[in-house]
T-cell receptor, first 113, second 112 residues
Framework: KNQVEQSPQSLIILEGKNCTLQ??????????LRWYKQDTGRGPVSLTI???SENTKSNGRYTATLDADTKQSSLHITASQLSDSASYIC????????????WGAGTKLIIKP | EAQVTQNPRYLITVTGKKLTVTCSQN?????MSWYRQDPGLGLRQIYY???????DKGDVPEGYKVSRKEKRNFPLILESPSPNQTSLYFC???????????FGPGTRLTVL
């Protein structure tokens, strides 16, 4: 069964600190992996999208990694800011007949001043 | 400005009263999709459309209908809403199904 699991479920860190969020997936056949940021009550916003051949991609202070062999991805946030408080969602696209998108439940990140 | 718009943003209705939530995008995207989001759960796909006149069921299609008569619009129809359809709904679009999706602002629906 295609699944995406994220950890931790929630995380609280102090402003200025770094953090890493994890995403493990069992999706086949794999097409790409995406990270989204969702502020409470708002639509998700794309951070990165990575294909099989990409193992690192950055977007400002956000850096995503992908290990297609172990089916793991991480999102690293550097020098966190209060505006980073949000849910971070990992989504894996399956290249099957349904073009299925499998959504993780997200990690809720809270940045404290 | 490139965007996905949804209307209405908030709606309170009663059981059984048909309603439509509109979704429109101005980016000439082929792929459009509807999601619902409930507290503590991730986004769940209701329906998607690969292009005009082509729609398919997502993970939770029961109780919903969609149509894609033109590229820019993808309305979500609830023929007979029930309280379990109370949720936050998002419309999204992308150039193709494998590209990043752009989301609308959301529609918060309450069915009494």
């Amino acid at each position: 069964k295609n699944q995406v699991e994220q950890s931790p479920q929630s995380l609280i860190i102090l402003e200025g600190k770094n953090c890493t969020l994890q995403c493990n997936y069992t999706v086949s056949p794999f097409s790409n992996l995406r990270w989204y940021k969702q502020d409470t009550g708002r639509g998700p916003v794309s951070l990165t999208i990575m294909t099989f051949s990409e193992n690192t991609k950055s977007n400002g202070r956000y850096t995503a990694t992908l290990d297609a062999d172990t089916k793991q991805s991480s999102l690293h946030i550097t020098a966190s800011q209060l505006s980073d408080s949000a849910s971070y969602i990992c989504v894996v696209s399956a290249e099957d007949s349904n073009y299925q998108l499998i959504w993780g439940a997200g990690t809720k990140l809270i940045i404290k001043p | 400005e490139a965007q996905v718009t949804q209307n209405p943003r908030y709606l309170i209705t009663v059981t059984g009263k048909k309603l439509t939530v509109t979704c429109s995008q101005n980016m000439n995207h082929e792929y459009m999709s509807w999601y619902r989001q409930d507290p503590g759960l991730g986004l769940r796909q209701i329906y998607y459309s690969m292009n005009v006149e082509v729609t398919d069921k997502g993970d939770v299609p029961e109780g919903y209908k969609v149509s894609r008569k033109e590229k820019r619009n993808f309305p979500l129809i609830l023929e007979s809403p029930s309280p379990n359809q109370t949720s936050l709904y998002f419309c999204a679009s992308s150039m193709e199904h494998y590209n990043e999706q752009f989301f609308g602002p959301g529609t918060r629906l309450t069915v009494l």
